[in-house]
């Protein structure tokens, strides 16, 4: 069992920066497929960045340049760093995690991210 915390969220201006957090709990996290999702009001929730065990990362077109995905072992802790925040960038933010070769799928509770001026 994987218990995923995310944290950072809030409101900024357009421009501005945020950096989300997601702590997971239990062993083996260096291992782990780690991926945050975002949903919009009225919108599916889609996939904004993913990092594998390699540290191999991947981004949605609307965020390449912008956001960037990181972990830290040490710490069973994933981050997205949001630089350049736009409107459309609105929405809830959901660390996702993929364990083990039964690749069990574990969701936090998300966090609100609103760009507004």
């Known amino acids: 069992q994987v218990q995923l915390v995310e944290s950072g969220g809030g409101l900024v201006q357009p421009g501005g920066s945020l950096r989300l957090s997601c702590a997971a709990s239990?062993?083996?996290?260096?291992?782990?497929?780690m991926g945050w999702y975002r949903q919009a009001p009225g919108k599916q929730r889609e996939l904004v960045s993913s990092?594998?065990?390699?540290?191999?990362?991947n981004y949605a077109d609307s965020v390449k340049g912008r956001f960037t995905i990181s972990r830290d072992n040490a710490k069973n802790t994933v981050y997205l760093q949001m630089n350049s925040l736009k409107p459309e960038d609105t929405a809830v933010y959901y660390c996702?995690?993929?364990?083990?070769?039964?690749?069990?799928?574990?969701w936090g509770q998300g966090t609100q991210v609103t760009v507004s001026s």
């Open positions: 239990g062993s083996g996290f260096s291992k782990h497929f």
């Open positions: 996702n995690a993929v364990v083990g070769i039964y690749r069990n799928t574990y």
């Open positions: 990092i594998l065990s390699t540290g191999i990362t």
